[in-house]
């Protein structure tokens, strides 16, 4: 017997920069700055929730006198 999932084909797949680079220069330029935007948030996000837990850590601010 083999686990669910093993030998079958994957319906979706996120394509590698491989594939990316083999698209024409104006979509590829459009997936790049997907990527950055993304790439963006994230580091935005882990920014402030590092402010916000140092926040909390030391007193400065409380979360919830902002709700």
């Known amino acids: 017997m083999s686990a669910?999932?093993?030998g079958k084909e994957?319906?979706?797949a996120l394509p590698?920069?491989?594939t990316v680079a083999q698209l024409p220069k104006p979509i590829r330029a459009l997936v790049y700055l997907?990527?950055?935007s993304l790439l963006t948030v994230a580091g935005l996000?882990?920014?402030l929730a590092t402010i916000v837990i140092i926040?909390?850590?030391?007193?400065?601010?409380?979360i919830t006198a902002f709700m």
Do not use: E, K
């Not at 926040?55 to 409380?62: E, M, R």
């Open 16 to 18: 590698d920069l491989a």
């Open 45 to 47: 996000s882990a920014l």
């Open 34 to 36: 997907v990527m950055l």
């Open 10 to 12: 994957n319906h979706f």
């Open 55 to 62: 926040g909390q850590l030391t007193g400065a601010f409380s």
């Open 4 to 6: 669910p999932g093993i």
